[in-house]
Nanobody, 117 residues
Framework: QVQLVESGGGLVQPGGSLRLSCAAS????????MAWYRQAPGKQRELVAA???????NYKDSVKGRFTISRDNAKNTVYLQMNSLKPEDTAVYYC???????????WGQGTQVTVSS
C-alpha cells in the first residue's frame, strides 16, 4: 500500500505562483509513473501533467509553458511548479501514482488551489 500526501495549495492572485508537493510512502517510488490531476466544481477530473519513472513528461495543452512537473526519487516526492496562474486553474489538485502493467494505482486526498484577486 502506498500513501500519497499533497501539500502546497492555497489562495494566490492571478499571475502568481505555487508549488505543489506530493510525498509518497514506500520504497519503490522510483518505479511509479506519477501525475497531477485537477477537478474544478461541476467538472470532470482532468490530467494536468505526468512524469514517467524515466523522467519523461507530458502536459495538458493549457498549462504548457506555465507548469513544470518534476520528481525527486531520493525524497519520494513529486512536484508541480505552477507559474502565471489563471483563475481557470482553480481546482482541487490530486496526486496519482501508478505502477504500470499492475493494478497498483493510488490517489492522494487533494489540495485546493484558488486563483483569485
Amino acid at each position: 500500500q502506498v500513501q500519497l500526501v499533497e501539500s502546497g495549495g492555497g489562495l494566490v492572485q492571478p499571475g502568481g505562483s505555487l508549488r505543489l508537493s506530493c510525498a509518497a510512502s514506500g520504497n519503490i517510488f522510483s518505479f511509479y509513473a506519477m501525475a497531477w490531476y485537477r477537478q474544478a466544481p461541476g467538472k470532470q477530473r482532468e490530467l494536468v501533467a505526468a512524469i514517467t519513472s524515466g523522467g519523461s513528461t507530458n502536459y495538458k495543452d493549457s498549462v504548457k509553458g506555465r507548469f513544470t512537473i518534476s520528481r525527486d526519487n531520493a525524497k519520494n516526492t513529486v512536484y508541480l511548479q505552477m507559474n502565471s496562474l489563471k483563475p481557470e486553474d482553480t481546482a482541487v489538485y490530486y496526486c496519482n501514482g501508478k505502477l504500470l502493467s499492475t493494478p497498483y494505482d493510488y490517489w492522494g486526498q487533494g489540495t485546493q488551489v484558488t486563483v483569485s484577486s
